[in-house]
């Protein structure tokens, strides 16, 4: 269902789901998270998971992960201002080639997902944000939270976050959730940060993939009955 596109922007290769352009439907630019690429098992599932659901993706690395592709050895992530910069580039070729009418989101897989939130306090055109993972603070770090910018997202953001996932559990993020005005979170029973379930579940990861792509769904659909009730109708 994965088709690399020729296209290029700086050199970093689009991924892009092979619905990409047909009808120009809503768009999520999906960036990977810290430690994997954007062709991981995780990234290839979801963004099946999100094409079944009609939300067309394109993926892209980040310039650390390409210079590990190409020579094999593991680097710690660009720095955040590198990180958006390509985030932002990305972001620009899409809007290029598609249609002004098309909702373009951003949003990704654990640090993926919060660079594109940071990119969404920046940037004022695009629809929202969704991501898949989040890490609201480092494991067992309750005192280093990554949610500053939360109140100045231009767009709503989704989060489905795994109930154990040690980046933000259920019972931590209690009392937090409702002052983020243009933030929700929703829950994947037992699931871990890579939306692994418990053994005991009658569950799999592929199943709470296709769960997290049924939220994200909804969320597209909610922002597209706003964006019609606001220029009527």
């Not at 994965?2 to 991924?15: F, G, M």
């Not at 040690?166 to 983020?180: C, I, M, R």
């Not at 005991?200 to 019609?228: G, M, P, Y």
Request: hydrophobic content about 40%.
């Amino acid at each position: 269902m994965i088709v690399a596109s020729n296209r290029k922007v700086n050199s970093v290769d689009l991924i892009k789901t092979k619905s990409f352009g047909a009808g120009f439907g809503p768009v999520l630019v999906l960036a990977h998270g810290a430690g994997a690429p954007a062709d991981s098992p995780f990234m290839e599932d979801l963004a099946q998971a999100l094409e079944v659901n009609g939300i067309s993706t394109v993926r892209f690395e980040f310039p650390y992960m390409q210079k590990r592709r190409e020579d094999g050895r593991k680097r710690p992530p660009d720095r955040q201002p590198r990180l958006l910069e390509c985030f932002s580039e990305v972001v620009d070729q899409v809007r290029r080639e598609v249609n002004d009418d098309c909702p373009v989101l951003v949003g990704g897989k654990s640090m993926g997902g919060r660079m594109a939130s940071v990119l969404a306090s920046e940037r004022s055109d695009l629809a929202g944000v969704v991501g898949f993972g989040y890490p609201f603070h480092p494991p067992g770090r309750l005192d280093k939270w990554r949610t500053e910018h939360f109140a100045s997202l231009h767009c709503p953001m989704l989060v489905v976050q795994g109930t154990r996932d040690p980046f933000g559990k259920f019972e931590e993020l209690a009392g937090y959730l409702e002052t983020w005005d243009r933030v929700r979170v929703e829950w994947l029973t037992g699931g871990n940060h890579d939306f692994q379930p418990l053994a005991r579940q009658q569950s799999s990861q592929s199943a709470l993939i296709a769960d997290a792509a049924r939220q994200a769904k909804a969320f597209v659909d909610e922002l597209n009955q706003a964006q019609a009730s606001s220029i009527g109708v």
